[in-house]
């Protein structure tokens, strides 16, 4: 499964530095999963690069918080692939576990989390060397991964398990797994690190767990499919993507109501919002597209074609 999902904070669209001589312009990074490339996007055009070429059915996304390398993970080829992104070009690919579908990325910058879907582990790699670690045992089938701000614990969704296991990233050791709703698919932790925000896909549900108790406080109804989820810098707003009926649901969570849902193209799987806030951005995989979205107004802007099936990505604001 599409797997943005697990989108590291900068995957989200949180402030990075530039870096030094590149452009200014953000660009995103898409991952088409059905022809192994990831197609990088200059957000200032909406014009497409040229694709890279990684491993057999990439299927997530994420960037280093120096902004310098994305890491994508490859489903079928049971590998990472490390990109430039000054340069566009690929580094030797990492062997993880099996069918990895999610990864995420500490805010230290040291450590990448690869979540392994067939063998229910999550695999540490080393950043600096490249290396992995020895994999973490967590729920059945899992899907989803998110690293909270303060950088001492993830939380993995397990769509088999119905729930989420905390992980405390000094130890690598797993705590009592949280019960949340039916067929959980994506994470997300808000910037202050309190809660995190759980898509249940079988359950048309967003179940709200508070982070200092690991304990559901509530749930929110959310549309009839849901399948990823980001949450704007401020911590105001979460937007909901919805496959069945091609929406994108806005979310109040001071107040956790809902606004009227934006339509945006067919197989809506993997949102990310930009660093200044203004635009979030839908992979739609059906449709083989990327919709803008000005945030200020909830409107739909003209879709960006990509590659084949895009299922997740990744913004870099400087290149």
Same mark, same amino acid.
């Given at each position: 499964?599409?797997?943005?999902?697990?989108?590291?904070?900068?995957?989200?669209?949180?402030?990075?530095?530039?870096?030094?001589?590149?452009?200014?312009?953000?660009? !995103?990074?898409?991952?088409?999963?059905?022809?192994? %490339?990831? %197609?990088?996007?200059?957000?200032?055009?909406?014009?497409?690069?040229?694709?890279?070429?990684?491993?057999? @059915?990439?299927?997530?996304? !994420?960037?280093?918080?120096?902004?310098?390398?994305? =890491?994508?993970? $490859?489903?079928?080829? /049971?590998?990472?692939?490390?990109? /430039?992104?000054?340069?566009?070009?690929?580094?030797?690919?990492?062997?993880?576990?099996?069918?990895?579908?999610?990864?995420?990325?500490?805010?230290?910058?040291?450590?990448? @989390?690869?979540?392994?879907?067939?063998?229910? %582990?999550?695999?540490?790699?080393?950043?600096?060397?490249?290396?992995?670690?020895?994999?973490?045992?967590?729920g059945q089938y899992?899907?989803?991964?998110?690293?909270?701000?303060?950088?001492?614990?993830? =939380?993995?969704?397990?769509?088999?398990? $119905?729930? *989420?296991?905390?992980?405390d990233l000094a130890t690598?050791?797993?705590?009592?797994?949280?019960? *949340?709703?039916?067929?959980?698919?994506?994470?997300?932790?808000?910037?202050?690190?309190?809660? !995190? @925000?759980? *898509?249940?896909?079988?359950? $048309?549900?967003?179940?709200?767990? &508070?982070?200092?108790? /690991?304990?559901?406080?509530?749930?929110?109804?959310?549309?009839?499919?849901?399948?990823?989820?980001?949450?704007?810098?401020?911590?105001?707003?979460? @937007?909901?993507? &919805?496959?069945?009926?091609?929406?994108?649901?806005?979310? $109040?969570? !001071?107040? =956790?109501?809902?606004?009227?849902?934006?339509?945006?193209?067919?197989?809506?799987?993997?949102?990310?919002?930009?660093?200044?806030?203004?635009?979030? =951005?839908?992979?739609?995989?059906?449709?083989?597209?990327?919709?803008?979205? /000005?945030?200020?107004?909830?409107?739909?802007?003209?879709?960006?074609?990509?590659?084949?099936?895009?299922?997740?990505?990744?913004?870099?604001?400087?290149?």
């Amino acid at each position: 499964m599409a797997a943005l999902l697990g989108v590291s904070p900068v995957a989200d669209g949180s402030s990075m530095p530039a870096i030094a001589g590149s452009s200014t312009s953000p660009t !995103a990074y898409v991952v088409n999963s059905n022809r192994d %490339t990831v %197609t990088p996007i200059d957000l200032a055009t909406d014009t497409t690069g040229t694709p890279i070429r990684v491993g057999r @059915y990439p299927d997530a996304i !994420a960037v280093a918080p120096d902004g310098k390398f994305a =890491y994508v993970a $490859n489903a079928v080829s /049971d590998t990472v692939t490390p990109i /430039d992104v000054a340069t566009d070009t690929t580094r030797r690919a990492i062997r993880v576990g099996s069918s990895p579908v999610a990864l995420t990325i500490a805010p230290n910058g040291r450590m990448a @989390y690869v979540v392994n879907e067939a063998d229910d %582990t999550v695999t540490p790699i080393d950043l600096a060397t490249d290396t992995t670690g020895t994999p973490i045992r967590v729920g059945q089938y899992p899907d989803a991964i998110a690293i909270a701000p303060d950088g001492k614990f993830a =939380y993995v969704a397990n769509a088999d398990s $119905n729930s *989420v296991t905390p992980i405390d990233l000094a130890t690598h050791t797993t705590g009592r797994p949280i019960g *949340v709703g039916p067929g959980p698919v994506a994470i997300t932790i808000a910037s202050d690190g309190a809660t !995190a @925000y759980v *898509v249940n896909s079988y359950g $048309n549900s967003v179940t709200v767990v &508070d982070l200092a108790t /690991d304990v559901a406080r509530r749930t929110i109804r959310a549309g009839s499919g849901p399948v990823a989820i980001a949450i704007t810098a401020d911590g105001t707003t979460a @937007y909901v993507l &919805d496959a069945t009926s091609n929406t994108v649901t806005p979310i $109040n969570l !001071a107040t =956790y109501t809902t606004r009227r849902g934006i339509p945006v193209r067919s197989g809506p799987v993997a949102i990310a919002i930009a660093a200044d806030g203004t635009t979030a =951005y839908v992979a739609s995989e059906v449709a083989n597209t990327i919709t803008p979205i /000005d945030l200020a107004t909830d409107a739909p802007g003209r879709p960006i074609r990509v590659g084949s099936s895009p299922v997740a990505i990744a913004i870099v604001p400087h290149r």
